[in-house]
């Protein structure tokens, strides 16, 4: 059964940083693209950032770009998502999932900006 566990989440200042990551069990990862997704509130979740376990070059949503980069770590099974220069609108609970088929959400990760 695959499980998503998403980890690093926490409370900062605009302008401040954080590392998300993703550990998925029970999934053959590195024949997928992962990606993170968030979800802010009152609002529908949103596509944030992709790669693929073999290291392709990654892709972002607009709003990201420039701030945000995704990355894995093949040997320790993991995936991060670098969020630098956040933003108070960045605040949302962030998850880690398969885009081109989605897998059962983990409880995500928690990120708030504060102005």
């Known amino acids: 059964q695959v499980q998503l566990v998403e980890s690093g989440g926490g409370l900062v200042q605009a302008g401040g940083s954080l590392r998300l990551s993703c550990a998925p069990s029970?999934?053959?990862?590195?024949?997928?693209?992962m990606g993170w997704f968030r979800q802010a509130p009152g609002k529908e979740p949103e596509f944030v950032a992709g790669?693929?376990?073999?290291?392709?070059?990654?892709f972002y949503t607009q709003s990201v770009k420039g701030r945000f980069t995704i990355s894995s770590a093949n040997a320790k099974k993991t995936m991060y998502l670098q969020m630098n220069r956040l933003k108070p609108e960045d605040t949302a609970v962030y998850y880690c999932n398969r885009p081109n088929s989605l897998l059962p959400w983990g409880t995500g990760a928690l990120v708030t900006v504060s102005s």
């Open positions: 790669i693929k376990w073999s290291g392709a070059t990654p």
């Open positions: 029970g999934l053959t990862f590195t024949i997928y693209t």
